[in-house]
C-alpha cells in the first residue's frame, strides 16, 4: 500500500481514507500520537497541582477562621489564659489614673485600701498593678447584707449623674448576661460586681474621652488591622467591643453614616462598593479627622440615648377553642384539644408542657404549619376573625434544626435572606442597614464575616449559628415569629444570650414572639411576658401572665421545691408526675371548717360530683401517693398521673370560667385594628438572579471538592480509553467464494456475494461506548444529584418561608447543567484524543453533553420523590442497571429489539441514560468508513441497498429510522440528540411537577387533592400541567419513532441490470465493431449464463495469476460456448471469445476497472 503519513488506508484500498495524526507510511489501522498522550499527562498532572493549591489555601483559610474564632472566644477562658492575663493588666494599667482616685478616697473615708492598689515592681519586668475587686467592695458593704447601693458606691467612684447612669445600666445588664442574681435595680450585688465592676468602670470612664484619645483609639485600631485606614466593620472587633455591645456599636456607626450623608464628597469619609460574593456591598472607611472629631460626642450620645421602642400597633392573636384534628389508624384524634389564649402584641409567649403535651402541635396551628391535620376554632388578627395563613408575609417561623448555609458567612446568609423575603423594590442600602441591625440585635457583628460552617468546615459556635437561623427570619421583617425551641443543644449562657435577643426585638422591633421551649433556667423564664402550659393530649393546664402561674398552683396546693427551677416544676405539674402538698390542702380543710356555717346541703353537692373530675387535691394525695407510685406499681401510677391532669384540666377550666370581666379581658379579642397586608414578592427573575448568585458562591466555596470529583471522572475516562484502546476499524478478511459462484451469480445472490467480497470491518464499536458512557453517567448522576439532596433541608425552609421554590429549581438546572457541562467537555476531550476517532471530534462532544443533560435531569428528579439519604444509592442503581440492560449493546436486548416496535423501545429510550449515547458514538464510526467496507453505501452504489449494509444486519440493526445513516459521512451521526434533549426537557419537567406534588409536608402545604378540593382554579391548573407533561412526551416519542425520509435515489443491482447492462453492451458492440447492429440482437449475457448447468461443470482450483488459456480453449464437450456462433455467420467466434477472455483474465487479476469503481 502506498498510504502517506497522516492517514492510514484500511484493507483493500490503496486509497489515503482516513485522518491519523500518529500514522506513519502504509498504515493499515490507527496508531496513537505519542503528543496526545503526553499532553493528557500534563493536564492530569495540572489538576493535580491546582487540586493541592486549592487544599492548601482551604486549610490556610481554615487556619484563619480558627484563629479568628479562638480570637473571639479567648476571653471565654478567663484567668486561665496568658492572653486574658495580659488583656487584664492592659485593662488595669488604662485605668489606673482612675483606680489612684479610688483608693485615695476610700482612704479618706477611713477605708482600708494598701491592698486594694498597689504596684509590684520585680527586677527586669515592668511594674504590674493588681486590684482587689472583693476587697474594695466588702469595705463598703458595712452592714454585710450582700448588696451595695450605687449612690454609696459613688461616694468613691466620684461618678456624676450620667454616667453614674452609665454605671449602673452596665452592671444591671452584666447580671443579666450572666445569671447572676440581682434583688434591686439601684444597687449591685457582691457577686455582680465582683465580675463586672472593672468592665463597667472602663466604660463609665471612656464615656467622656478627649480628642487625644480619640486618635489613640483610631491608631490602636489601625496597629491592629494593619490598614491605613479604619473600616466600619473593623469597629466591631476592636478596643470598642471591651465596652460597647454589639448593637452599640452599630449605633456609632450611624451616626458615622450621617456625617456621611451631610456631605458625600468629603475626603475625610470614604465610601467604596464592591461586588464581591455576588452581592453590593458598602465598605465604608472613616477617616482619622473624622473619627478624632465625632467619636467624643457619639459616644457620649450612644451611651445616654434611650433604647429605640416600636411604636406600631403590632400583630395580636386570639384564639377560641382552639383544636388540631388528625388522622391515627383511621380515628380522628385531638392533638390539641380546645386552647383558648392570647397572643398579645409586641409580647414573648412561652408553650410549654411535657411530651406529648402538643406544644410543636400548637404552634404549628397558630401559626398555618399544622399541614398533617384539620385546625378548628377561632382566630383572630388584630380583633378580625382570619386564618393565620392570610397573614403568612408578615409570619415567620424558626425550626428547631439551624439550617443554614454553612459555606455562607453570617452576613451573606442575611443578605441573601433580604435580597429573596424583603418586598419587591427595596434597595441595597434599606437591605444593608436592616442586616447591620439584625447583626447587632443578635449579638453576631463580631462574627459577620466568619463562614457559618458545619461538621466539615469549622465556623461559628452553636449559639451563633442559633442566632443565625433566628436572623434569616428577621430579614423578612415579621411581626411575629414563631420558634421552636430555640435554645436545645444550647449551653445556659448560650441559650440566655439566644432569648435576651429576643427580647430585645420585642421592645426594639416590635414583634410579637412565641415559642416553644423546655426546661428553661429561671432568668430565661423571667423574660418571657406569657406562659401556655399544655398536659398530655393538648389540653390546657395553664394560660395567662407567665408571672401568675407560681400563685395559681400554690393556689391547687402545689409547693415549689426548695432549689428547683419554677419552669421544671411546672412541667412536671403539667405531666401529672408530682402531687400538691397533703399538709397545705389540710390547713386549707381546717380554715374552710372553721369557716363553715355547717349546711350540710354543700357537701351533699360535692359528693354528687363525678368522681374523678371533681377529685380535691387532698382526696388525689391519698389515692395516689407520693410521687405518682401507688402500692408500687407502674400501671397504678400511670393511672394516677392521668387522673391528676383530669383533674388539672379542670381546675383551670373552672378558674377560667371564674374570672371576673376585668381578669378576662387579657384573653378576650381586642378591638379591631389595622390587619397587615401581604407584600410585594420579588420578581420571579430577581428571585432567579439572586438565587443564581447564591448557587455559584456556594459551589466556589465547595471549589476543592468540584476538582475532586472532576479529577475521578478525568481518570475514570483515561483508565478506560487507554484499557481498550484504539478502535480496529479494518481486518485482513477475505471470504472463500467459490469460482464459478462468482462468475454465475444470478440478480438474487449478486448482493451478497459482492457485499462479502468488499466488507472488511464487520467488527463491534460497542464495546468503548457503553463502558465510558456506563461510568460517566453514574459518576456525573452522583455529583449533580448532590446540588439538591446537600441543601434539601434549606430549600424545604426556604419555600415554607414563601421563597420561589420554582426560581431556585430553575436556578439549580441551570448550575447544576453549566458544572456538568465543563466537566463533559474536558472528559469528552481526552476521551477523543486518546480514542482517535475516525469521525468527527464533534460526535464526542456532542453525545457526551446529550448524554450529560439526561443524566442530570434524572439527578435532579430523583431528589424531588425521596429521601436525600437514598438518593445516591437508588440513582446509581438506575443509572448502571437501565444503562447497562436497555443499552442496545447487551444481550438479550440488542438494537434489533429496540426497533422491534414493542415497548422495549420505549423503555430503552425513555430510562437508558446510554441507548442514544452508545448507538450514536457507534453509527459515526462506522458512518466514516468507505463503501467497501459493508457498512455505507453513496449514491452511485449498486452493490446493496440500506437494507443489506451492516448497519440494518441484525447483529448491530443501527439507525433504523434513519435510511441517510448509512451514506459515507465523516461528520458524524446526530439523529438521536434531539429525542435525548426533549427526554431531558420532559424529566426536568417532570422534576418541576413533583417538587409540587411530593414532600409538600416538608413545605407546609397541604396535599394537592386538598388544594383542589380548596379551590377550583387549583384543579384546571393541575390539568393544564399534566396536559403539557403528556404534550412533551408524545412529542418527544414521536421524535424517536418516526422515520426519516432517504436523502438519495438508490439505484440497486436490478436497475444496474437494465440499465448498466444495456450501457457495456453498447461499448461491447463498439469494441467489436458492431455498430451496425442493435442492441437487441446481442444475446443478454447473464441470461445466457443463468441458464448453463453450472452443477454439470467441471470444477478447478486454480492458482492466482495470468488467466489459464486451457480454461478457455480446453475441448471439454460438456463446456458451452460463451457465444453462440450460429447466432449470426457474420460474428467471428474467436474474436468475440478472445475480446471476453481479455476481459475475464483482467478481472482475475483485479485490473480491471468498473463503470463503479468501488465495486472492484
Known amino acids: 500500500l502506498n498510504c502517506p503519513a497522516g492517514y492510514f488506508c484500511p484493507y483493500k484500498t490503496a486509497t489515503p481514507e482516513i485522518r491519523c495524526r500518529g500514522c506513519g507510511e502504509g498504515a493499515t489501522k490507527p496508531e496513537r500520537d505519542v503528543g496526545i498522550q503526553i499532553l493528557i499527562i500534563l493536564l492530569l498532572v495540572v489538576l493535580i497541582i491546582v487540586g493541592a493549591i486549592a487544599s492548601i489555601i482551604y486549610k490556610r483559610t481554615k487556619h484563619l477562621v480558627t484563629k479568628q474564632v479562638e480570637g473571639l472566644s479567648y476571653r471565654l477562658i478567663g484567668e486561665n489564659s496568658a492572653k486574658a492575663q495580659?488583656?487584664?493588666?492592659?485593662?488595669?494599667?488604662?485605668?489606673?489614673?482612675?483606680?489612684?482616685?479610688?483608693?485615695?478616697?476610700?482612704?479618706?473615708?477611713?477605708?482600708?485600701?494598701?491592698?486594694?492598689?498597689?504596684?509590684?515592681?520585680?527586677?527586669?519586668?515592668?511594674?504590674?498593678?493588681?486590684?482587689?475587686?472583693?476587697?474594695?467592695?466588702?469595705?463598703?458593704?458595712?452592714?454585710?447584707?450582700?448588696?451595695?447601693?450605687?449612690?454609696?458606691?459613688?461616694?468613691?467612684?466620684?461618678?456624676?449623674?450620667?454616667?453614674?447612669?452609665?454605671?449602673?445600666?452596665?452592671?444591671n445588664k452584666a447580671a443579666d448576661a450572666k445569671e447572676i442574681k440581682h434583688t434591686k435595680e439601684d444597687s449591685v450585688s457582691r457577686p455582680v460586681f465582683v465580675n463586672n465592676f472593672l468592665k463597667a468602670l472602663e466604660g463609665t470612664v471612656n464615656l467622656k474621652v478627649t480628642p487625644a484619645e480619640a486618635a489613640e483609639i483610631y491608631d490602636t485600631i489601625l496597629a491592629e488591622n494593619q490598614v491605613k485606614e479604619v473600616q466600619e466593620?473593623?469597629?466591631?472587633?476592636?478596643?470598642?467591643?471591651?465596652?460597647?455591645?454589639?448593637?452599640?456599636?452599630?449605633?456609632?456607626?450611624?451616626?458615622?453614616?450621617?456625617?456621611?450623608?451631610?456631605?458625600?464628597?468629603?475626603?475625610?469619609?470614604?465610601?467604596?462598593?464592591?461586588?464581591?460574593?455576588?452581592?453590593?456591598?458598602?465598605?465604608?472607611?472613616?477617616?482619622?479627622?473624622?473619627?478624632?472629631?465625632?467619636?467624643?460626642?457619639?459616644?457620649?450620645?450612644?451611651?445616654?440615648?434611650?433604647?429605640?421602642?416600636?411604636?406600631?400597633?403590632?400583630?395580636?392573636?386570639?384564639?377560641?377553642?382552639?383544636?388540631?384534628?388528625?388522622?391515627?389508624?383511621?380515628?380522628?384524634?385531638?392533638?390539641?384539644?380546645?386552647?383558648?389564649?392570647?397572643?398579645?402584641?409586641?409580647?414573648?409567649?412561652?408553650?410549654?408542657?411535657?411530651?406529648?403535651?402538643?406544644?410543636?402541635s400548637l404552634l404549628n396551628a397558630l401559626c398555618g404549619r399544622a399541614y398533617y391535620g384539620n385546625i378548628i376554632g377561632d382566630t383572630y388578627i388584630n380583633g378580625t376573625k382570619k386564618q393565620i395563613e392570610e397573614i403568612k408575609d408578615v409570619i415567620g417561623f424558626v425550626p428547631q434544626d439551624d439550617v443554614v448555609y454553612a459555606e455562607l458567612t453570617v452576613r451573606e446568609n442575611l443578605m441573601f435572606a433580604g435580597k429573596l423575603s424583603l418586598p419587591r423594590g427595596t434597595d441595597m442600602d434599606e437591605i444593608e442597614d436592616l442586616a447591620d441591625s439584625t447583626l447587632a440585635n443578635l449579638g453576631l457583628s463580631r462574627v459577620a464575616k466568619s463562614l457559618v460552617g458545619d461538621v466539615k468546615r469549622r465556623g461559628v459556635s452553636g449559639g451563633e449559628k442559633k442566632r443565625v437561623n433566628i436572623g434569616l427570619e428577621l430579614m423578612s421583617r415579621p411581626k411575629c415569629l414563631f420558634l421552636d425551641e430555640p435554645t436545645s443543644g444550647l449551653d445556659s449562657s448560650s441559650a440566655l444570650l439566644v432569648m435576651s435577643s429576643l427580647k430585645n426585638l420585642v421592645s426594639s422591633e416590635g414583634v410579637t414572639?412565641?415559642?416553644?421551649?423546655?426546661?428553661?433556667?429561671?432568668?430565661?423564664?423571667?423574660?418571657?411576658?406569657?406562659?401556655?402550659?399544655?398536659?398530655?393530649?393538648?389540653?390546657?393546664?395553664?394560660?395567662?401572665?407567665?408571672?401568675?402561674?407560681?400563685?395559681?398552683?400554690?393556689?391547687?396546693?402545689?409547693?415549689?421545691?426548695?432549689?428547683?427551677?419554677?419552669?421544671d416544676w411546672l412541667i412536671d405539674i403539667s405531666a401529672g408526675q408530682i402531687h400538691p402538698d397533703p399538709k397545705v390542702a389540710a390547713t386549707k380543710d381546717q380554715e374552710k371548717d372553721d369557716n363553715d356555717d355547717g349546711d350540710d346541703d354543700d357537701d351533699d353537692d360535692d359528693e354528687d360530683d363525678e368522681q374523678l373530675m371533681a377529685i380535691t387535691p387532698r382526696v388525689l394525695t391519698e389515692a395516689v401517693g407520693k410521687k405518682g407510685v401507688a402500692m408500687g406499681k407502674a400501671n397504678e401510677a400511670i393511672t394516677d398521673a392521668a387522673m391528676r391532669r383530669e383533674w388539672l384540666y379542670k381546675e383551670w377550666q373552672k378558674y377560667f370560667d371564674g374570672l371576673d370581666n376585668e381578669q378576662k379581658s387579657i384573653y378576650e379579642v381586642p378591638a379591631e385594628t389595622e390587619v397587615p397586608g401581604a407584600k410585594d414578592k420579588q420578581r420571579f427573575f430577581s428571585q432567579l438572579w439572586t438565587q443564581l448568585r447564591r448557587i455559584v458562591l456556594v459551589s466556589y466555596r465547595n471549589l476543592t471538592a468540584k476538582l475532586v470529583d472532576t479529577i475521578i471522572l478525568i481518570v475514570a475516562a483515561v483508565i478506560i480509553s487507554l484499557v481498550s484502546g484504539l478502535p480496529e476499524i479494518s481486518r485482513n478478511d477475505n471470504p472463500s467464494i467459490e469460482f464459478e459462484t462468482l462468475v454465475s451469480f444470478d440478480q438474487t445472490s449478486a448482493p451478497g456475494i459482492v457485499a462479502q467480497l468488499f466488507k472488511y470491518a464487520a467488527t463491534i464499536q460497542q464495546t468503548y461506548p457503553l463502558q465510558i458512557g456506563l461510568i460517566t453517567a453514574v459518576l456525573v448522576g452522583l455529583q449533580a444529584s448532590r446540588i439538591l439532596t446537600s441543601k434539601q433541608l434549606?430549600?424545604?425552609?426556604?419555600?415554607?418561608?414563601?421563597?420561589?421554590?420554582?426560581?431556585?429549581?430553575?436556578?439549580?438546572?441551570?448550575?447544576?447543567?453549566?458544572?456538568?457541562?465543563?466537566?463533559?467537555?474536558?472528559?469528552?476531550?481526552?476521551?477523543?484524543?486518546?480514542?482517535?476517532?475516525?469521525?468527527?471530534?464533534?460526535?464526542?462532544?456532542?453525545?457526551?453533553?446529550?448524554?450529560?443533560?439526561?443524566?442530570?435531569?434524572?439527578?435532579?428528579?430523583?431528589?424531588?420523590?425521596?429521601?436525600a439519604e437514598n438518593v445516591s444509592t437508588v440513582l446509581g442503581a438506575f443509572f448502571a442497571f437501565f444503562g447497562l440492560l436497555l443499552s442496545g449493546a447487551v444481550p438479550p436486548i440488542g438494537f434489533g429489539k429496540i426497533y422491534g416496535g414493542d415497548i422495549v423501545e420505549h423503555l430503552s429510550a425513555w430510562l437508558s441514560v446510554t441507548r442514544f449515547f452508545l448507538e450514536g458514538m457507534a453509527a459515526s464510526e462506522h458512518r466514516c468508513l468507505p463503501e467497501q467496507s459493508g457498512w455505507t453505501v453513496s449514491e452511485e452504489s449498486i452493490n446493496f441497498d440500506r437494507a443489506n449494509t451492516l448497519m440494518a444486519y441484525r447483529r448491530f440493526s443501527y439507525a433504523r429510522h434513519d435510511p441517510n445513516a448509512t451514506l459515507y459521512d465523516c461528520g458524524g451521526w446526530y439523529w438521536g440528540i434531539l429525542p435525548t434533549i426533549f427526554i431531558g426537557i420532559t424529566v426536568r419537567y417532570l422534576g418541576f411537577l413533583a417538587m409540587h406534588g411530593f414532600n409538600r409536608g416538608k413545605q407546609t402545604k397541604k396535599p394537592v387533592f386538598h388544594e383542589i378540593q380548596k379551590d377550583g382554579k387549583c384543579g384546571i391548573l393541575v390539568v393544564v400541567l399534566l396536559l403539557v407533561l403528556i404534550g412533551l412526551i408524545a412529542f418527544t416519542t414521536w421524535l424517536y419513532t418516526r422515520d426519516l425520509e432517504a436523502d438519495y435515489e438508490y439505484v440497486g443491482i436490478e436497475k444496474w441490470v437494465q440499465t448498466g447492462l444495456e450501457q457495456n453492451l453498447t461499448e461491447l458492440r463498439e469494441t467489436l465493431n458492431l455498430t451496425d447492429w442493435n442492441i437487441s440482437d446481442i444475446p443478454n449475457l447473464l441470461e445466457m449464463n443463468a441458464d448453463l448447468d453450472t452443477a454439470a461443470l467441471t470444477r478447478v482450483t486454480l492458482p492466482t495469476g495470468e488467466f489459464p488459456d486451457e480454461f478457455m480453449n480446453q475441448p471439454d464437450p460438456t463446456l458451452v460456448p460463451i457465444v453462440d456462433p450460429n447466432v449470426d455467420p457474420n460474428v467471428d467466434p474467436d474474436l468475440l471469445n478472445g475480446t471476453l477472455r481479455a476481459l475475464m483474465s483482467a478481472a482475475w487479476n483485479g485490473t480491471c476497472e468498473c463503470p463503479c469503481s468501488e465495486q472492484n
Open 86 to 171: 495580659k488583656a487584664k493588666q492592659k485593662q488595669l494599667d488604662k485605668l489606673r489614673p482612675k483606680l489612684a482616685v479610688i483608693a485615695k478616697r476610700l482612704e479618706d473615708l477611713d477605708k482600708e485600701s494598701g491592698f486594694l492598689y498597689k504596684i509590684n515592681k520585680e527586677e527586669g519586668e515592668d511594674d504590674k498593678l493588681e486590684f482587689d475587686v472583693r476587697g474594695i467592695f466588702d469595705a463598703l458593704d458595712t452592714n454585710n447584707d450582700g448588696d451595695l447601693q450605687y449612690a454609696e458606691l459613688n461616694a468613691v467612684l466620684g461618678f456624676d449623674d450620667e454616667e453614674l447612669e452609665v454605671f449602673c445600666t452596665s452592671m
Open 513 to 567: 414572639i412565641v415559642t416553644v421551649i423546655h426546661q428553661p433556667r429561671k432568668f430565661i423564664f423571667d423574660l418571657f411576658d406569657a406562659l401556655v402550659l399544655l398536659g398530655v393530649g393538648g389540653n390546657t393546664v395553664y394560660s395567662g401572665p407567665a408571672k401568675g402561674a407560681y400563685d395559681y398552683f400554690v393556689g391547687l396546693d402545689y409547693v415549689l421545691p426548695a432549689g428547683e427551677a419554677l419552669a
Open 794 to 867: 434549606e430549600f424545604f425552609r426556604e419555600t415554607s418561608s414563601g421563597y420561589d421554590s420554582n426560581a431556585y429549581l430553575l436556578a439549580v438546572n441551570i448550575m447544576a447543567t453549566l458544572e456538568t457541562s465543563v466537566q463533559i467537555v474536558i472528559v469528552a476531550l481526552i476521551a477523543a484524543m486518546l480514542r482517535e476517532p475516525v469521525a468527527s471530534w464533534g460526535v464526542f462532544f456532542a453525545h457526551f453533553l446529550a448524554m450529560a443533560w439526561t443524566v442530570v435531569s434524572w439527578s435532579l428528579l430523583f431528589p424531588m420523590v425521596m429521601p
Open 233 to 360: 466593620s473593623m469597629l466591631y472587633t476592636s478596643v470598642l467591643s471591651n465596652t460597647l455591645s454589639d448593637y452599640e456599636i452599630m449605633l456609632l456607626i450611624k451616626k458615622f453614616r450621617q456625617v456621611n450623608s451631610v456631605d458625600e464628597e468629603s475626603p475625610l469619609y470614604n465610601k467604596q462598593e464592591s461586588r464581591r460574593s455576588g452581592l453590593q456591598r458598602r465598605h465604608t472607611g472613616i477617616a482619622r479627622e473624622i473619627f478624632v472629631l465625632h467619636y467624643p460626642t457619639f459616644l457620649m450620645q450612644v451611651y445616654t440615648e434611650k433604647d429605640v421602642v416600636d411604636t406600631s400597633e403590632g400583630v395580636d392573636i386570639c384564639f377560641k377553642d382552639l383544636c388540631l384534628e388528625v388522622t391515627v389508624a383511621k380515628k380522628q384524634i385531638n392533638v390539641v384539644n380546645n386552647v383558648t389564649g392570647r397572643l398579645r402584641a409586641k409580647t414573648m409567649t412561652a408553650l410549654m408542657g411535657g411530651s406529648g403535651a402538643g406544644k410543636t
